[in-house]
């Protein structure tokens, strides 16, 4: 069982226009919500490819209606809204909501039951109202081993903590490092294992055992709001199953194509996929 | 008492970002929302004036706890983002939801209660999911003089219907004609009072009395935002009290210049209305 953990789980709100035009009254031609949050995607990622997969997280009054299973706060969780036009998405991130001390307590539990068996926890996305070494507590309770997809001072505090692999994309691993960075040496300096997503250009998964390259085959077209939570997706299932690391970073860099190819954040387009799955090129550094 | 409706109330949601480009992510630094709506901001005016008023219209469940005497309807209401930066109010509208025949039942069971012992009846804004009738049907029913303050084909098919007042602005009744107006003749033709706002400059009367232009001593700098609304409040209590149309036409341009200096919609700050209260100037045409 895979258990991911989606602290800032949000209300995605997707708004449908004919052309944003700052200054100016637009009719929202659309309105799609979902719950979201990088956890959620991920695990929605998992779902689809039939992989058992439990969640939790924060969840304020309104989102606990679709998140009946996550830890009640009493702030209300954030919004995000999408705003797309024939040109661009352009992304409105509420700020999230404050979590109380028994809040927090009772995520811990939860935590602590459900991470009790999963066989890999994975910790994703921005932290709400909470201290910037959560997800290292987090980290240092689990018995099982801890994909970690955050930034700044909480993937900063969380590498400290011994996760199992962080993946950062390469302006997060920018931002960690105060510069841009130079692959694959910057990863080794880090200590733990990293997997740096590069975009359309793939990613490098740099371990104690070696450093790859992996390449897509070609080009997507699409929406890439929540490829690199495919590609976490992935990266649970691998090492979940003990796979060997470049066979988990070929099939990672697949589904997050796929999910590219998918018009929204969670769903991966599966014909895209099985193209990828043999056609992603790896090398050993 | 004046009675304002709202058919399609909405929670006004406002949000501070840094600046919005398109195709960008934004972190919204601070949300703020009430609820909104023309004929809420008409209301609010008129208490802050401190006239008696009562409001009804549709609520959804999460609005209702926010206007808790509305009309209770299943779908959600609407809601309005307000996306701020220092350059310019940008404006997402969502479209209004639907409503049943029972909920416009139970709407025109609570109109006919209130319009009952109602000096004036405004009805403001655009329509929910409702015939383009709806604002006839209720302008039928009233034993109160009515105000319409609508657009479109709901305004149209409201003035057959032999409202008291119709209160476009000059865009508003271009779209009505289907070409520029020309004023005050055009008013004339539509053959029912009409008070046309022309933002900075004014507003034009046109009765079967006679037909007055006002001007503002000066233009106001600020949020233009809810300034029709402040007009269509002081229109209400000049019909309500019987005040000469000058009179009315005066106050209602002073009031709403002063909505203008107000940061937020259904207030208006009280020295320029002050200020302006003798300084307009009303010209015969």
Chains 1, 2 share one sequence.
């Not at 708004?15 to 979201?36: E, I, Q």
């Not at 590069?198 to 450093?211: E, F, K, M, N, R």
């Not at 589904?255 to 929204?264: D, K, R």
């Amino acid at each position: 069982m895979i258990v991911t953990v989606t602290l800032n789980a949000a209300l995605d709100v997707t708004y449908r226009v004919d052309r944003l035009c700052a200054g100016k009254t637009h009719r929202v031609r659309d309105v799609h919500s979902r719950p979201g949050g990088k956890g959620v995607n991920v695990a929605d990622v998992l779902r689809q490819l039939g992989e058992p997969v439990t969640t939790t997280g924060f969840a304020g009054p309104r989102l606990l209606a679709e998140l009946p299973h996550f830890v009640p706060i009493a702030a209300e969780s954030r919004h995000t809204i999408a705003v797309v036009d024939a040109e661009a998405v352009t992304m409105l991130n509420e700020p999230g909501p404050p979590i109380s001390a028994a809040e927090w307590a009772a995520l811990e539990a939860e935590f602590d039951r459900l991470a009790a068996t999963a066989s890999v926890v994975v910790l994703s996305g921005s932290l709400p109202g909470l201290p910037a070494d959560a997800y290292a507590r987090l980290i240092r309770r689990s018995p099982a081993p801890v994909i970690l997809d955050a930034e700044g001072e909480p993937l900063r505090a969380g590498i400290a903590a011994g996760p199992a692999l962080i993946k950062p994309n390469i302006d997060e691993l920018a931002g960690l490092l105060g510069r841009t960075p130079t692959l694959p040496h910057d990863c080794h300096a880090l200590n733990v294992p990293t997997a740096v997503t590069l975009g359309p250009d793939g990613a490098v998964l740099s371990t104690s055992d070696g450093t790859w390259s992996a390449r897509p085959p070609r080009p997507v077209r699409g929406n890439p709001t929540g490829a690199g939570d495919a590609f976490t997706a992935a990266l649970a299932i691998g090492l979940a199953r003990n796979r060997p690391w470049p066979e988990t970073l070929a099939d990672a860099v697949a589904l997050s194509a796929a999910a590219v190819a998918a018009p929204i954040a969670g769903a991966f387009d599966a014909p895209t996929y099985r193209e990828f799955t043999d056609a992603v090129t790896v090398e050993e550094n």
